[in-house]
């Protein structure tokens, strides 16, 4: 009876260690990953205001400035580029960064915003409805979307990749899609690059990233294509449940801020985005978003504002 006692005391206790080794690690990874929230917030609230005669010179930025609000169409589930935070409810990431800049420029106070939460599929509706001023959310700019809305841009490029569960070894990148089941959203670019890269993939499109990775994770599918920086999204936050397979692929996305059709909020957001380009806030606000939670030590260039 002795014996069995300190066999399951021992017992006990080495699993006490190892729940222990195991929330610390757990900690240890989100840790090395996590945002750091003093020096975001300290950033947005550096920011630049602009000059009353700029913002007269702007039908759009002059409605904002008098309903004293900038209201957004972004996300607040995108690990690196908006995600909420509940402990606090403060929204980080690039492209939460850049509309509190914005909201900042516009109105002297980077908390003057209110968000609506988008996905691929609506992202023109809430322009096109008045809904929002501005839709901040990893928004390529392409040929289609620009019959319907403006863009002011680009802020940022990409390229599509290939994501997969990890320990998969038949999907080695875009040339193995062939014959296999793959999850891209609907509304984004993904569809047409998959048709021209992966003509014989068999395609399922999905509302939302979270259900396309959903249906990764349950073996629904067999890959996930979209944009790689969203895709860095799960790989960061989730790092033995997903891999890229093989290497980018496709032309550059050049995201852009969506704004109502012909608004000439497109010429004064450009000249916003030009000026925290040029004193370094725009590099700043990368490498806490992105660089310094990827491993990147050193800032992409900006791509070439209004081309």
């Known amino acids: 009876m002795k014996a069995y006692k300190?066999?399951?005391?021992?017992?006990?206790?080495?699993?006490?260690?190892?729940?222990?080794?195991?929330l610390a690690?757990?900690?240890?990874?989100?840790?090395?990953?996590?945002?750091?929230?003093?020096?975001f917030d300290a950033l947005i609230a550096s920011g630049p205001v602009a000059d009353e005669a700029d913002i007269a010179g702007s039908a759009w930025a002059t409605a904002v400035k008098e309903a004293g609000v900038l209201r957004v169409g972004g996300t607040r589930t995108s690990f690196l580029f908006s995600q909420l935070d509940e402990t606090d409810d403060g929204l980080r990431g690039f492209d939460a960064g850049l509309y509190q800049l914005l909201a900042r420029y516009i109105l002297g106070d980077e908390t003057k915003f209110?968000?609506?939460?988008?996905?691929?599929?609506?992202?023109?509706?809430?322009?096109?409805?008045?809904?929002?001023?501005?839709?901040f959310a990893t928004y390529s700019i392409t040929p289609s979307r620009q019959e319907v809305i403006s863009f002011a841009g680009p802020y940022y490029t990409s390229r599509q990749a290939?994501?997969?569960?990890?320990?998969?070894?038949?999907?080695?990148?875009?040339?193995?899609?062939a014959g296999k089941l793959v999850a891209t959203q609907s509304g984004s670019t993904g569809p047409a690059i998959l048709a021209e890269y992966a003509p014989e993939a068999v395609v399922q499109e999905f509302a939302t990233d979270i259900e396309a990775r959903t249906a990764l994770e349950q073996g629904r599918v067999d890959a996930y294509v979209t944009d790689y920086t969203l895709l860095l999204n799960a790989i960061v936050k989730?790092?033995?449940?997903?891999?890229?397979?093989?290497?980018?692929?496709?032309?550059?996305?050049?995201?852009?801020?969506?704004?109502?059709?012909?608004s000439d909020g497109v010429a004064f957001v450009n000249a916003f985005l030009t000026k925290v380009v040029e004193d370094g806030t725009w590099a700043r606000l990368w490498q806490i978003s992105l660089g310094d939670r990827t491993g990147i030590e050193t800032a992409p260039q900006a791509p070439a504002i209004g081309e």
């Open 25 to 39: 690690l757990a900690d240890d990874a989100a840790a090395a990953v996590a945002i750091d929230k003093e020096a």
């Open 162 to 177: 290939v994501l997969v569960k990890a320990g998969n070894t038949e999907v080695t990148g875009v040339d193995s899609l």
């Open 238 to 262: 989730n790092p033995s449940v997903y891999e890229i397979a093989g290497d980018v692929f496709g032309p550059e996305d050049n995201y852009g801020i969506g704004l109502p059709l012909n």
């Open 114 to 135: 209110e968000l609506t939460q988008v996905d691929s599929s609506t992202r023109e509706s809430v322009l096109q409805s008045g809904q929002v001023d501005a839709v």
């Open 6 to 22: 300190k066999t399951l005391a021992f017992l006990l206790t080495m699993l006490l260690v190892v729940s222990a080794a195991a």
